[in-house]
């Protein structure tokens, strides 16, 4: 079934002067617009597109990619706004994401970036933003462990830290003492469930724990020093902020990545400067 706001791998089923018409198994069809059309697509080829409504209510395709799906939280700039609610600019030439008045639990401002979740309106099937964040992000039922790599997105500072949004389903807390390199609302990474409190508190770290961790950031060493020539201005004596400006690393797990690469033969120090090894 044809739905909105998400991708689909279609069939060419005919060429019209409009561009293509594609067509998923049950042969339900959306045109693809001459635009992202090229002269080598045949019928019978395979596309994979994202799905929208244009603003006669048609669904249309296209093969851009919007900076969100339906189901995913994104940082998006409000580019318009009327009586009825904010466009957001969402990475689709003919298309803005909507979010209505209704959805807004502060008015949204042309040119400033909001936290929004995409999601597909049950009613319309239209594509809709909003930025009432708890009624999609919640830690009722807690489907991530410790250990286990995330994806996230800052969504609000606080006192202690930031708070974040979990693989587009919970919440969960990034702490300053976490930090290694500079954070700011908006930005997306990979991140690390470091523990899930009895109170169903994500907490979440940038560093890999355990060994994971030392040779995680071993590697990044020795990237490091590849990308120096093989020396790197640094050693278990830097102070931690040189060490966290130059590796985006805590000076505990720097010695730890240092200790490994010397263990292993790679990198040797000499007097403040690491140097690889011939073994690099």
């Known amino acids: 079934m044809l739905q909105a706001g998400y991708y689909h791998t279609l069939k060419v089923n005919r060429i019209s002067d409009y561009g293509l018409y594609l067509a998923d ?3 339900n069809e959306v045109l693809l617009p001459n635009r992202y059309v090229s002269l080598n697509d045949a019928v ?3 596309k994979r597109v994202f799905v ?7 669904l249309i395709a296209t093969t851009e990619h919007p900076l969100a799906t339906a189901d995913q939280a ?3 700039e409000v580019i318009d706004k009327n009586i009825h609610g904010a466009f957001l600019a969402w990475g689709i030439t003919a298309k803005d994401l909507f979010v209505p008045i209704a959805n807004q639990p502060f008015r949204m401002e042309v040119g400033r970036s909001y936290v929004v979740y995409v999601y597909r309106d049950p009613v319309s099937g239209r594509v809709t933003g909003s930025a009432r964040l708890n009624r999609f992000i919640s830690n009722e039922t807690i ?6 790599a ?3 997105l800052v969504a609000a500072r606080f006192a202690a830290g930031f708070r974040v949004i979990v693989n587009n389903r919970h919440w969960g807390v990034l702490y300053d003492n976490q930090l290694f390199r500079p954070v700011a609302i908006g ?10 409190t009895p109170d169903r508190r994500i907490d979440v770290s940038l560093q890999q724990q355990g060994l994971d961790e030392v040779k995680a950031a071993a590697d990044r060493l020795l990237a490091l020093l590849g990308e120096g020539g ?36 790679q990198a040797c120090t000499e007097g403040e400067t690491i140097k690889a090894t011939e073994r690099l």
């Open 187 to 196: 930005d997306r990474m990979t991140a690390y469930v470091s523990r899930i």
């Open 143 to 148: 489907t991530v462990r410790p250990h286990e």
């Open 52 to 58: 929208y409504h244009d603003s006669e209510n048609r």
């Open 150 to 152: 995330v994806d996230v």
């Open 25 to 27: 198994e049950e042969g």
């Open 44 to 46: 019978g080829d395979t």
């Open 74 to 76: 994104a940082y998006l």
């Open 230 to 265: 093989g020396r790197l201005a640094l050693s278990d004596r830097s102070t931690p902020e040189a060490i966290a400006a130059a590796t985006g690393m805590s000076k505990k797990t720097f010695k730890k990545a240092l200790g490994y690469l010397m263990s292993h033969g």
